[in-house]
């Protein structure tokens, strides 16, 4: 067994601490990655507490892993020791439905084993990229570019691919007026992709102190959401929008804003259902669909654009110290964009 330090929550209410436990040892199939950076989402705070039920205590939370290959099993033909590699939020899906041949994954029917708060096939709980290291499938793991500042790229395992994914599967591009709904850690790389593919880009947010932010970022227009006489001026605006709001808010005011045949996507995830008004879908042709995360090929897909485009998220870079400081703010959205946690600050503990 490989020793390894962490941050981990022993209890849905307990501080996260230091915690120790043994990884796999690397197995033929496997890689040993050295975590040097993990990002920090919002759906670790969640899962730390519990708020979507059937946490895994102690856990280990973190599915944004940045790191270097430094051991390879016998059968590992696509990874080399020394290589960059990242894993993102799944490790392993059945391999053998339908989604999975089709390499959507992440909608795997029977069997997706997530990076951390899950359990593998052996029925061991799994620990993410708050950690030392981690070992993994070399299936389930992803290149990433030396081009790019790593801390920026770990992110891209997360918030990244639930963005680009929805964008690429609509094929956003040229000509298309697109709204991304709220700035942090999704939305402002909803919007550096949208802006990226070429789509007139709208930030819809209840701060106007975040018009200038949503300029730098790559939008072209702001509106605050708080005022009816710019959200009245959005009526029918729209042929896509990309809601990244993970708060209560009303679905329908949204719905409005989008032309005929006009789609809104969901990514972020409000703690209850919020209600959809027939008329809000029916009057346009409207479509309210959902997407979650990318599968592998597709995430692949994802960071060599990103390597190719030079795009990488806005991060504040953190000691590992900082963990639960870092969940208080992300909650009051005092984070521009992703906090993402030094892991040479942990090895050192």
Known sequence: MLPTKAYAALTKTSPLAPFNFNQREVGPDDILIDILYSGICHSDIHQVRDEWGGSIYPMVPGHEIVGRVVKTGSNVSGFKVGELAGVGCFVDSCRTCANCLDHEEQYCLSGLVFTYNGR?????????????????????????????????????????????????????????????????????????????????????????????????????????????????????????????????????????????????????????????????LIGGRHSLAGSMIGGIKETQEMLDYCAAHNIVSDVEIINADYINEAFERIIKSDVKYRFVIDIASLKGN
């Open 120 to 280: 593998d096939k052996q029925g061991n709980p799994t620990y993410g990229g708050y950690s030392t290291q981690i070992v993994v499938d070399e299936k389930y793991a992803l290149h990433v570019s030396e081009k790019l500042s790593l801390a920026g790229v770990a992110p891209l395992l997360c918030a990244g691919i639930t963005t680009y994914s929805p964008l690429k599967h609509w094929k956003v591009g040229k000509g298309q007026q697109v709204a991304v709904v709220g700035l942090g850690g999704l939305g402002h790389m909803g919007v550096k992709f949208a802006a990226a593919f070429g789509a007139e880009v709208t930030v819809l947010s209840t701060s106007p102190s975040k018009k200038a932010d949503a300029a730098a970022l790559g939008a072209q227009h702001f509106a605050v959401t708080k005022n009816e006489d710019e959200v009245k001026a959005l009526s029918g605006r729209f042929d896509f929008i990309l809601n990244t709001v993970s708060a209560p808010h009303d679905y329908n005011q949204y719905l409005g804003m989008l032309r005929r045949n006009g789609t809104m996507v969901v990514v972020g995830i409000p703690p209850s259902p919020q209600p959809v008004a027939a008329f809000s």
